[in-house]
């Protein structure tokens, strides 16, 4: 079982910057892909940006260039830097990791509010 733990959200101007953080903790697991997902209210969950374990990453075209995924050194925590929100980026983000057996995990969720 893998266990995450989101922080970082909160509320901020349009044109400022968050950064979000995710740790994972577990017993054996082997990680695949790390990568953040947001769902704002009435609207499907969507992709933010995966990273994988060799460092290929996919952003949601919606936040190229605004926003960078990073890993922390001991591999089980990723960071989102946001930068240049909008108040359409305003929802809830998760943080999800894929392990090699192709188990997806979740984390609780972080209400980021941009306000205009």
């Known amino acids: 079982q893998v266990h995450l733990v989101e922080s970082g959200g909160g509320l901020v101007q349009a044109g400022g910057s968050l950064r979000l953080s995710c740790a994972a903790s577990g017993s054996a697991f082997s990680i695949s892909s790390m990568g953040w997902y947001r769902q704002a209210p009435g609207k499907q969950r969507e992709l933010v940006v995966v990273?994988?374990?060799?460092?290929?990453?996919m952003y949601g075209t919606s936040v190229k260039g605004r926003f960078t995924i990073s890993r922390g050194n001991a591999k089980n925590m990723v960071y989102l830097q946001m930068n240049s929100l909008k108040p359409e980026d305003t929802a809830v983000y998760y943080c999800q990791i894929r392990t090699r057996d192709y188990t997806d995990y979740w984390g609780q969720g972080t209400q980021v509010t941009v306000s205009s």
């Open positions: 990273i994988t374990s060799d460092e290929t990453t």
